[in-house]
């Protein structure tokens, strides 16, 4: 079963995602992870990447593809999208490409959460330089103020989490990723989560979905 996690920045898909491919042995497969590799290693790639993210821009069409199919063609299934597809043309992009693999998208989960709280969320993040851990100030905050509970390194804010560039992403997700939900109803495979609750009862649905395949 592969399946496409969508909402805002900020609503919960990568947290879910991460407990999801733990218990069920899932793939997750984030654009985001896979851009801040790339910027981390300084590639040209990652020069690019960087360059549209500072200013909440999406990353072009191409190059995000290229990424995305560099990674699951060693894989058989089980995959979890988080973060992609983020327009239309991504979408039939990712479904040409799953079949050149003999794979489908089998179950769309929208994590519907409004645009106040997103932000609130997302400018709470805190990440780890030195280790990756993330935290957030609000909903799990670290130990001790603005220091790793694994390295003890203190932690930072991504440039992507800023203030002004997290309204930009809220504005540019309305605009352009919107007509993935109209897009993917059409589909069949199109499943709506309250991601407005505990992070338990947000997985609770998860699983209702997974297990019943409700709305797919």
Not at 4 to 19: E, H, I, N
Not at 121 to 144: E, H
Not at 189 to 198: C, E, K, P, Q
């Amino acid at each position: 079963m592969n399946l496409v996690l969508l909402g805002y920045p900020g609503s919960g898909k990568g947290t879910q995602a991460k407990a999801l491919a733990a218990k069920r042995g899932f793939t997750h497969i984030s654009t985001g992870d896979l851009f801040r590799e790339e910027i981390s290693k300084n590639t040209d790639l990652g020069t690019r990447v960087k360059g549209y993210i500072s200013q909440g821009k999406l990353v072009p069409d191409g190059v995000v593809l290229d990424v995305i199919e560099n990674r699951i063609k060693t894989l058989k299934g089980n995959i979890l999208f988080d973060g992609f597809p983020r327009t239309v043309e991504q979408a039939e992009g990712l479904e040409r490409m799953l079949e050149k693999y003999s794979m489908q998208t089998d179950g769309v989960l929208f994590f519907e959460v409004n645009e106040k709280e997103v932000a609130k969320r997302i400018s709470a993040r805190r990440f780890c330089a030195k280790c990756g851990a993330i935290y957030n100030v609000l909903s799990s905050p670290p130990k001790t103020e603005n220091k790793c509970d694994s390295c003890a390194s203190p932690l930072s804010t991504r440039e992507d989490d800023r203030q002004e560039v997290v309204l930009k992403r809220i504005e540019v997700y309305k605009d352009l990723t919107s007509p993935l939900v109209s897009y993917y109803r059409t589909q069949g495979v199109f499943h709506v989560i309250d991601a407005s609750l505990g992070q338990d009862e947000v997985y609770a649905q998860i699983e209702k979905a997974v297990e019943s395949k409700a709305g797919y």
